[in-house]
């Protein structure tokens, strides 16, 4: 079984590698009022790594907690998947919290990132992480400022986790902060799930409001990643992101459509559930960075977008052998 997960993350970096070396390391200019910089686009990251205590066996009763050799390999495979795309964020959903599952990303990952935890309200398993590089970058460094925990503990037992990240520019030591969300909505099993949903971006979007004018950033851009749980078409939590709050899905923008499927759920139905939205509050003032998209796509790079194309299959297991979702990675040009 474990042969097969290794050619099935061999696959993921296969395609990774195979993209050009612009689509990988595109330099892009920053324009400021000093100075006109060449630095490398900000590399952003979202991606449900399916927490073991979720991931079902043969028998319905049964996790993969349950055996720490089944779960370890899984995960030191997604470790691996995480770095090889140079991303400077990483959002994560279903990080199970754990001891020894936290010591497993943590030994690998802390060197190159610095971790920020949410788990969920009532002790539930999992929750979110946020990594942030600590390196300098060529031409840019990011700093935590920081951090608001949006706790739902009526809403469907759900969290968000905020940041507020400084970007200097080396060279001139011009600073600019941008604010960084990352969520996981429920699932939409029934039409009260459905409507747990919206309820739960509306509350992220309070904790989001009233920080930006707790604070005076209402003109500071935001970047929103995360699991929706739900596709875009006709979904009323996509509708409100959209339509009503103005942000835009990178993937869409860029792609002219979104992904079909970046979920398989354990009933074999495909979804296109992650997104990496954003929205520039203010496009004169200076003291806070812009972002325009300049490539999105997913991971496994190359494959079919718009389903859980079988072709990846190997030795009967798919990419689901690492997650039951796709990793969605967008490079953002950052604009002062």
């Not at 612009?22 to 000093?34: C, G, Q, Y």
């Not at 604070?215 to 929706?228: I, N």
């Not at 139905?269 to 960075?289: C, E, H, M, W």
């Not at 991971?299 to 859980?308: D, L, M, Y």
Request: with cysteine; proline share 2%; charged share 25%.
């Amino acid at each position: 079984m474990f042969r097969g997960i290794c050619k099935t993350v061999k696959v993921y970096f296969k395609y990774f590698e195979n993209l050009t070396t612009d689509e990988k390391f595109i330099r892009t200019i920053m324009s400021s009022s000093n100075s006109n910089i060449v630095i490398p686009p900000l590399i952003v990251a979202t991606f449900n790594i399916l927490a073991p205590v979720y991931k079902r066996l043969e028998s319905e009763s049964h996790r993969e907690s349950e055996n720490d050799k089944l779960w370890k390999p899984r995960h030191s495979h997604i470790i691996e998947l995480l770095k090889s795309t140079s991303a400077h964020i990483l959002c994560l959903q279903e990080f199970w919290f754990n001891q020894d599952f936290i010591q497993l990303y943590e030994s690998d990952l802390s060197k190159e990132y610095k971790f920020f935890y949410r788990q969920r309200t009532h002790y539930a398993d999992d929750g979110l992480v946020i990594l942030i590089s600590k390196q300098e970058q060529n031409g840019f460094k990011l700093e935590i400022i920081d951090r608001h925990d949006c706790l739902l503990y009526d809403v469907g037992n759900r969290v968000g986790l905020l940041l507020r990240l400084r970007l200097t520019i080396i060279d001139t030591n011009q600073t600019s902060d941008f604010l960084l969300l990352n969520l996981h909505l429920t699932f939409p099993h029934n039409s009260f799930d459905r409507n747990l949903r919206f309820e739960q971006i509306k509350a992220l979007f309070k904790h989001l409001k009233d920080y930006q004018h707790t604070h005076q950033l209402e003109d500071c851009s935001v970047v929103l990643c995360g699991d929706f749980n739900s596709a875009a078409e006709g979904d009323s939590v996509y509708d409100y992101l959209t339509n009503d709050q103005h942000y835009i899905s990178s993937y869409k923008e860029l792609n002219n459509k979104e992904p079909n499927v970046t979920h398989l759920t354990h009933l074999g139905t495909a979804l296109g559930v992650d997104f990496i939205f954003y929205r520039n509050f203010s496009t004169v003032d200076q003291k806070f960075v812009k972002f325009k998209p300049i490539t999105s796509y997913l991971i496994p790079h190359g494959s079919n977008e718009q389903k859980w194309d079988r072709k990846w299959d190997l030795n009967g297991l798919t990419t689901k052998a690492l997650s039951d979702h796709r990793m969605i990675v967008t490079h953002f040009k950052m604009i002062l």
